[in-house]
């Protein structure tokens, strides 16, 4: 709806990355300065924070502040696995945002996060416009799964990438300085989607990648990966780099962790909690080779690298967060912000549009299985097409003595009346 003039609000929620404040500060600073927008306000944790009536008055920061989110990793606001119930199931959580809306006369609404978060984003929508509630929903993507349907690509997604390709070129060179036998197994984060593992072949293009790449678009078989490790070794002088997915799965579907009994416990969302494929890869094929090696989990790492962060996907997130208040301002509502590239251009380009969030919401992006190749241990050329663009540029972060100066928030609790 256009026209609507009232107070903003703005959650961060899921997993955090190194440029997710980044869209913090678009929507922030462009609200700020918003004639329509009458207050500017921060959840803490989510959409709990808004539940519990608990969040920020963004007007009491320092602009200076609120520029240093863009290179501030994790959730400057804390973040939250919450995860709503269909109103048509169990409506209280909906009826309480409702109260908190209308009381703080908020008109705006951002969820910033992934699959999950555009759902909660989704449903939240619905709800308000069947209750009548006049308020314009906008998702702000986040995730670098890179598995949000209709973007190109994800906030976050090529920074992770780009910090993972470092990674595996810096252990390429440790794990081949010595002349006796190495094998490396590199666990890279990813459920279904394989984007952030298949990063691993930009330092392949380079010349100091890995030697096997497993995404989990394709069935793992143990005893294929001990063959694909005892091939290369053979070759390499007992050197091998395998770079998997946190979340390959056998031929039927199981978790590789999980087929190999090492099941762990599950979120608010019913998923897994992955990790631990690498150590227990390692030891099975320590086994079958006698050969030493070591197990190397990059874990939350990967995810708030902001010193090794990507200045096109810092500038893109931003633009990203100022482009959801623009839209959501002109009337735009139940929508997610994307990223477009354009097409027949000589050089990189990227443009925003807008997709139904029940769209993003309820479909997942993975990695084409044209582009995997060797009998699914390699990644083609395509993907570095792709990716290589998004890596582009070096972050400008501020240092004080040597360290970074990350974002100091005062975080001022809006007072409940």
């Known amino acids: 709806m256009k026209g609507l003039k009232g107070a903003l609000m703005f959650a961060q929620s899921g997993g ?39 969040f920020f008055d963004i007007s009491k920061e320092d602009v200076k502040e609120l520029e240093l989110l863009k290179n501030t990793p994790s959730s ?30 908020v008109r705006y609404f951002f969820y910033n996060g992934g699959n999950d978060s555009m759902d909660t984003c989704n449903k939240i929508s619905k709800y308000m416009a069947k209750s009548g509630y006049e308020m314009n929903v906008i ?16 906030p976050g997604f090529a920074s992770a990438a780009k910090y993972i390709a470092t990674t595996i070129m810096e252990i390429n060179l440790d794990a081949k300085v010595y002349d006796t036998g190495l094998i490396c197994v590199v666990e890279v984060m990813g459920r279904n989607a394989g984007w952030l593992t298949a990063s ?14 497993y995404l989990p678009e394709v069935a793992f078989d143990v005893d294929k990966f001990i063959a ?5 070794c053979a070759k390499n002088n007992n050197k091998c780099i395998a770079v998997v997915s946190e979340g390959i799965k056998d031929k039927n579907g199981t978790l590789i962790c999980e087929a190999l009994g090492k099941a762990g416990a599950r979120d608010s969302f019913g ?20 050969v030493k090696v070591r197990p190397i989990e990059l874990s939350l790492m990967q995810r708030c690298a902001a010193h090794c962060a990507s200045k096109t996907d810092i500038e893109e997130t931003f633009g990203a967060g100022r482009q959801a208040v623009k839209s959501a301002v002109a009337g735009e509502t139940d929508k997610m912000v994307c990223y477009a590239r354009v097409e027949g251009e000589s050089t990189y380009k990227c443009e925003y549009k807008l997709l139904p969030l029940e769209l993003a919401a309820n479909t997942e992006k993975t990695v084409p299985l044209e582009w995997i190749t060797n009998n699914g241990t390699g990644i ?34 809006v007072k409940k009346d």
């Open 139 to 154: 998702g702000v993507p986040k995730t670098i799964d890179n598995d949000l349907f209709g973007t190109d690509h994800c």
């Open 380 to 413: 083609s050329e395509e993907f570095i097409k792709y990716a290589l663009p998004l890596i582009q540029g070096e972050c400008d972060m501020l240092k004080e003595d040597g360290l970074p100066r990350f974002a100091k928030l005062k975080k001022v609790l």
């Open 16 to 54: 955090p990355t190194s440029v997710i404040n980044a869209s913090a500060a678009g929507v922030f600073l462009e609200g700020l300065q918003t004639p329509e927008i009458t207050a500017v306000y921060g959840a803490a944790h989510g959409i709990r924070g808004i539940l519990n009536e608990e």
């Open 271 to 290: 998923h897994a909690q992955l990790g631990g494929v690498a150590s227990t890869l390692a030891g099975i094929v320590k086994e079958a080779t006698g």
């Open 200 to 213: 691993a072949s930009l330092a392949n293009y380079k010349g100091l990648g890995a030697d096997l790449i």
């Open 76 to 105: 400057a606001l804390g973040s939250v696995r919450y995860k709503l119930k269909d109103a048509s199931v169990d409506d209280t959580d909906y009826k309480r945002l409702l109260e908190v809306f209308k009381k703080y006369n």
């Open 228 to 232: 694909d490790v005892k091939d290369v």
